[in-house]
């Protein structure tokens, strides 16, 4: 059973950006941790991105400081990760989750190339 439906993957050139979109389905976020995960062909999964409950702390895995930026809105159970300056090693499926509950999301496609 998927809790999260996600949005906003696609193909875009190097140096582009897109926005993810996460949202609650049948559960409420508001009291969660949430996380962003991806995996590459080939590769593991690796964490992305978390924030707290209430968006005072957020931390990024080393490669994506200073071009994603995770967010939230409690008001309409939605995890957002803006990611810019996008990158062909950022080609990933990318997944929310609660870590907490593991719940998670179906994944999307993210795909950069020329």
């Known amino acids: 059973q998927l809790h999260f439906v996600e949005s906003g993957g696609g193909m875009v050139q190097p140096g582009g950006s897109l926005r993810l979109s996460c949202t609650g389905s049948?559960?409420?976020?508001?009291?969660?941790?949430m996380k962003w995960s991806r995996q590459a062909p080939g590769k593991e999964r690796e964490f992305v991105a978390h924030?707290?409950?209430?968006?005072?702390?957020?931390n990024y895995q080393d490669s994506v400081k200073g071009r994603f930026t995770i967010s939230r809105d409690n008001a309409k159970n939605t995890v957002y990760l803006q990611m810019n300056l996008l990158k062909p090693e950022d080609t990933a499926v990318y997944y929310c989750?609660?870590?907490?509950?593991?719940?998670w999301g179906q994944g999307i496609q993210v795909t950069v190339a020329s």
């Open positions: 989750y609660a870590p907490y509950r593991n719940y």
């Open positions: 049948g559960f409420d976020i508001s009291d969660e941790i």
């Open positions: 924030i707290t409950e209430d968006s005072a702390i957020a």
